[in-house]
């Protein structure tokens, strides 16, 4: 079992950033693929950014070059740094963990809570 809890969302302008965290539970974290989506008001979970346990990273097109995600298994955490964010990046951040390599929506073993990132124009 895992648990994850997210923190550090807020309201920020546009032009600004913001720099997510997830800690998780358990003693098998690095052995995780642990990936951020986002979910906006009236739209579905989105895919944001994910990153093996090899440290590979994937982004969604519409973050690449703006967020990093990142991993430190020595504290069981995993980051998103949030940079140029834009009003359309409004939505609530969502940690995810699975023990496959490729993460999706419908794949993912264990959901954080979620945290309200809101950025005004």
């Known amino acids: 079992q895992v648990q994850l809890v997210e923190s550090g969302g807020g309201l920020v302008q546009a032009g600004g950033s913001l720099r997510l965290s997830c800690a998780a539970s358990?003693?098998?974290?690095?052995?995780?693929?642990m990936a951020w989506f986002r979910q906006a008001p009236g739209k579905e979970r989105e895919f944001v950014a994910s990153i093996r346990r090899s440290g590979g990273t994937y982004y969604a097109s519409s973050v690449k070059g703006r967020f990093t995600i990142s991993r430190d298994n020595a504290k069981n955490t995993v980051y998103l740094e949030m940079n140029s964010l834009k009003p359309e990046d409004t939505a609530v951040y969502y940690c995810?963990?699975?023990?496959?390599?490729?993460?999706?929506?419908?794949?993912?073993?264990?959901w954080g809570q979620g945290t309200q990132v809101t950025v005004s124009s």
């Open positions: 358990g003693r098998t974290f690095s052995s995780y693929t």
């Open positions: 995810a963990a699975t023990q496959s390599p490729l993460v999706t929506r419908n794949n993912a073993d264990y």
